[in-house]
């Protein structure tokens, strides 16, 4: 009785905080994970189909768990009902049952079939961390256009490659998983930001979900929780404090080595601005990830909290944002990569995708070796800072 009564309550804020169309996503979603249909062969083609010849329906979705039934397959069907061709995952009862759910053309066994497809221009990758890197390569030298979760890269190794993927392949638009930044909050907040002069003084305090230890996060060839979690915000600071005047950044480490879910850090960035940020896995977050942002910047003084509510002081004027749902912008980023590759429009900076790893990677370093470090960067296609 009691754990009904808790995922009862849990129902009830989740649709306060999201809505009920995504709730109920985020329910079907525990079921799609639990799903054990089969097929016969290295394909399913989908018999109730009737749009196979939509120029539309160009996109394929590698790696269908929950995150790409609930979150990415969920938003591009709000965007179009037929914008899925394919989908593959290693685990083929996941790719079936989103590829059903969804009203896609077909599933793969072989995903290199996704390659070889000549109508598929977008592919979305939403596999375990340390295989982003791999699928994204290939696609790219196949001429597919990419949406990478993150993280993009689990090493400088896999950097290094997709850099040089990506400046062989000009013409092919790469987009991230970095979807904060695309929150309608963070934006209202930058646009405030940028009334006033100098360096920011920030904090972020993140609250992420407790994992097991024997989480398939915790493989050392996945990045742990740094790449798989912290890398949200280190990238959020690019964003804050603008690549162009961040480096070199000092990055100061402040958890016990032997933590693999605890983190504290410091960062001291060119331009005079400093952060902090902690993540904190202590116990259970039963309405998800909680973070809240302070920071004050000339005479603007700001709280976000958990993306739902936004206070600025400026002066004596107080302004107060607060959407009926959170909003962390999931919405817009991933639909933002199938308007870009539809309306033919660019994708990411090739300078932000190697920035904004090469800075994740070095607090991943500086946490786990507990040494303070300094990071100059030397990119293909500006120069060094």
């Known amino acids: 009785m009691d754990n009904w009564f808790i995922k009862i309550k849990k129902v009830v804020r989740y649709i306060r905080h999201y809505g009920l169309a995504r709730t109920v996503t985020k329910i079907r979603g525990t079921y799609h994970l639990r799903f054990d249909g089969t097929f016969e062969g290295d394909t399913w083609d989908n018999l109730n189909c009737k749009s196979k010849l939509d120029s539309s329906r160009f996109t394929a979705l590698v790696g269908c768990g929950n995150f790409a039934f609930s979150n990415i397959a969920y938003y591009l069907f709000r965007c179009n009902k037929k914008f899925l061709r394919c989908t593959y995952d290693p685990d083929s009862s996941r790719a079936l049952s989103l590829c059903r759910y969804y009203g896609g053309l077909y599933v793969t066994r072989r995903w290199e079939e996704i390659l070889a497809d000549e109508s ?60 904060r930044p695309r929150s309608a909050l963070f934006d209202k907040l930058k646009h405030l930001l940028s009334s006033q002069e100098g360096p920011i003084m920030f904090n972020w305090f993140v609250a992420g979900h407790r994992i097991p230890n024997d989480h398939w996060y915790f493989d050392d060839k996945e990045g742990g ?5 912290l890398i949200h915000w280190t990238d959020m600071s690019l964003h804050l404090i603008n690549k162009e005047t961040a480096f070199p950044c000092r990055i100061i480490p402040g958890s016990p080595s032997s933590s693999r879910s605890d983190f504290m850090l410091m960062l001291v960035f060119a331009d005079g601005s400093s952060g902090a940020i902690t993540f904190s896995a202590k116990g259970a977050t039963f309405e998800g990830v909680r973070e809240v942002l302070n920071l004050q910047r000339g005479d603007v003084m700001a709280q976000l909290t958990d993306f739902k ?18 909003d962390h912008g999931h919405e817009a980023n991933i639909t933002n990569s199938y308007q870009r590759v539809k309306d033919d429009m660019p994708g990411e900076d090739p300078t932000y995708v190697e920035f904004t790893a090469r800075f994740a990677l070095a607090i991943k370093n500086a946490i786990e070796s507990q040494t303070e470090t300094t990071v100059h960067f030397e990119d293909q296609y500006g120069g060094r800072s």
């Open 120 to 179: 598929v221009r977008l592919v979305y990758i939403a596999s375990n961390h340390s295989t982003h890197c791999d699928y994204a390569i290939a696609c790219i030298n196949a001429g597919k256009h990419v949406h990478i979760e993150k993280p993009h890269v689990v090493s400088g190794d896999q950097l290094e490659k997709l850099m040089s993927a990506m400046k062989n392949n000009p013409e092919v638009k790469v987009f991230m998983g970095f979807n």
């Open 225 to 229: 929780r740094i790449l798989g979690n």
């Open 309 to 326: 509510n936004l206070t600025v002081d400026i002066n004596h004027k107080k302004y107060h944002f607060a959407p009926w749902f959170r």
